[in-house]
């Protein structure tokens, strides 16, 4: 009689332990599985739409921006008041050397810049060209057919989360999309959300926050789909990812364990 329980137990426990080692294959299986629609960038939307709506890029000069601006003309004696260098001194060896560069101005929260001769200038909320060109209007009471040329020096984007290098990047040409931000920072993990990629921008002085899916076509025309200067970028982690830290990062070790155990257990009491 004990012998035949004995023999049961064992089949019912190499049932159950069998069992359990499925089951942790299948979770295994499971939260490794990830549908390529969750994965690939611009799959799903209208075919018909194709292109990108130029109105959606308009840079416009923005608070705390700094601003480098060369006036130039055939007379350069009448342009060199316009023109104001920095020289960066060099003490070491006694004397005082230096490399001019060109002044840089801050556009203050009022939005102005003070300019030389001219005074304070509307900056805030122009684009680069119409301020070239109203500069260019005032300068001409001073120099003959000036041309006047800004930049923003200090134009960034900040690219924060699930993506294999964050940090802030510098943009020298003052244009960059959404996606082209991304690939700076090295692209999103396999754990970095697409379906909800976060924007930040500051606007009329208050941060605003967008959400873009990145599976979607339609993320070509999203207002955020380019970049302005110190926007934020967002990839926040998938539920797996959340969930893996929230037990600990020993957990998974502890199940590789434990799952070794149980196929041990299940073969030796076969």
Request: glycine share 6%.
């Amino acid at each position: 009689m004990n012998e035949i329980l004995n023999l049961m137990f064992q089949k019912v426990n190499q049932f159950f332990n069998r069992k359990c080692v499925y089951f942790l294959l299948l979770v295994f299986a499971l939260q490794a599985c990830k549908s390529p629609k969750e994965i690939v960038y611009f799959r799903d939307g209208d075919e018909n739409n194709t292109g990108i709506k130029s109105n959606y890029y308009d840079l416009k000069i923005a608070p705390d921006d700094l601003l480098s601006i060369t006036v130039s003309a055939m007379d350069l004696e009448a342009v060199r008041p316009f023109n104001l260098p920095i020289i960066s001194l060099n003490n070491t060896d006694g004397r005082a050397t230096g490399q001019p560069v060109l002044q840089t101005y801050l556009v203050s929260r009022d939005g102005k810049i003070n300019f030389p001769v001219l005074g304070q200038i509307e900056a805030a909320g122009l684009t680069r060209s119409i301020l070239e060109k109203e500069l260019s209007e005032k300068l001409k009471k001073f120099v003959t057919d000036p041309i006047v040329t800004v930049r923003i020096t200090n134009f960034k984007v900040t690219v924060l989360g699930e993506v294999a290098r964050p940090g802030s990047f510098t943009i020298p040409n003052e244009r960059i999309s959404l996606p082209e931000a991304l690939g700076l920072a090295g692209d999103m993990t396999i754990q970095g959300k697409r379906q909800n990629v976060s924007v930040i921008r500051e606007e009329n002085g208050k941060p605003k926050q967008y959400f873009v899916n990145m599976t979607k076509k339609e993320t070509f025309y999203s207002p955020v789909y380019f970049l302005k200067q110190n926007d934020i970028v967002y990839v926040e982690p998938n539920s797996t990812k959340i969930k893996s830290s929230s037990v600990g990062p020993n957990t998974t070790i502890w199940l590789s364990i434990v799952s070794t155990l149980i196929t041990l257990i299940a073969v030796i009491t076969r």
